[in-house]
């Protein structure tokens, strides 16, 4: 029943956006900036907010390493997979495309991961899922700028500068850092301060969602299923396999190895058709990968969440 009342909810909300685009006039441009709004402003609050008042502890940071351990392990076995040739029927997959199979790898959907963790664990979930931040930023995020860099054609000069915006003028892990540094002098924040940080932080993952929904793209897929699979099968099987053995390895508890869980067996992040787009990916590949993951994810969250439980 936990799984039904913390699962089901998260992707009646997606369904709720995708309806939502499919039947009213909003633009591309409203999605985009909704999304802008969510990224710049909403989640680092929440962020901020959540690192301040909680407790910094070795565990936490196992808890992220596991997952950077994952999603490179993901990173290998996908160049690993496209030299076996297995997507490709005589020649291994055009590197454009390859860099949207990549990025289906090993990029993640936070915002998914976050909102069954909150309905799971409450404030405990938001704390341990800003933690796995602090790891997947400079992993699936970096590893992905790097490849469509190299395979996608950006120059080496736009690769180093994108890496590092990424990570010195990301508003995210600014507001990851801010938290952990002002939780180190203070335990928690003032009532008002507190309060008015609430408010942003519940109006944060409905709009994520809606807009997870938003992305949605049923048509691409007649022809590109097959790539989309293998992407879905690394990204919502293997990974998440690798993250329960490594946690088990780390003597993780349950609660953190379902956290990790919910992260590794849930779709790629919705920003990875903008990576896609703006350095040189396959854009209908990255778009038919999100959805296939999108919709199988709801089975694979539900049965490695029940396995946790």
Request: charge should be positive.
């Amino acid at each position: 029943m936990l799984i039904i009342t913390a699962i089901l909810p998260v992707f009646f909300v997606i369904m709720t956006g995708y309806l939502v685009k499919k039947t009213f006039a909003f633009d591309e441009t409203f999605w985009k900036q909704m999304d802008r709004l969510i990224f710049y402003v909403l989640l680092p609050l929440m962020i901020f907010k959540t690192l301040v008042e909680a407790p910094i502890s070795l565990d936490m940071m196992k808890v992220g390493l596991v997952v950077f351990i994952a999603i490179t392990v993901n990173a290998a076995l996908c160049f690993l997979v496209r030299a076996l040739k297995i997507w490709g029927k005589i020649e291994p997959v055009p590197w454009p495309a390859f860099t949207s199979i990549f990025q289906g790898t090993v990029r993640v959907n936070f915002y998914i991961a976050l909102s069954i963790a909150t309905i799971m664990f409450g404030d405990t979930g938001i704390q341990i899922l800003s933690f796995i931040l602090l790891f997947l930023l400079p992993s699936g995020v970096v590893y992905s700028i790097c490849v469509l860099q190299k395979y996608g054609g950006i120059s080496d000069a736009q690769c180093r500068r994108g890496i590092l915006s990424v990570l010195f003028k990301n508003p995210v892990i600014i507001s990851l850092l801010l938290g952990v540094t002002t939780g180190l002098f203070i335990d928690e924040l003032p009532v008002l301060l507190d309060e008015t940080l609430s408010i942003f932080g519940r109006a944060t993952l409905p709009l994520a969602l809606l807009g997870v929904g938003a992305s949605i793209s049923f048509r691409s897929l007649k022809s590109l299923i097959w790539p989309s699979l293998i992407a879905a099968s690394l990204r919502l099987i293997v990974g998440p396999l690798v993250g329960i053995a490594v946690a088990a390895n780390f003597h993780l508890s349950p609660q953190e190895t379902t956290c990790i869980v919910l992260v590794l067996a849930g779709p790629s992040a919705a920003s990875s058709m903008t990576f896609a787009t703006q350095m040189g990916g396959d854009t209908q590949l990255m778009s038919a990968i999100l959805t296939t993951q999108t919709v199988l994810s709801l089975g694979t969250l539900s049965f490695f969440v029940s396995i946790m439980q």
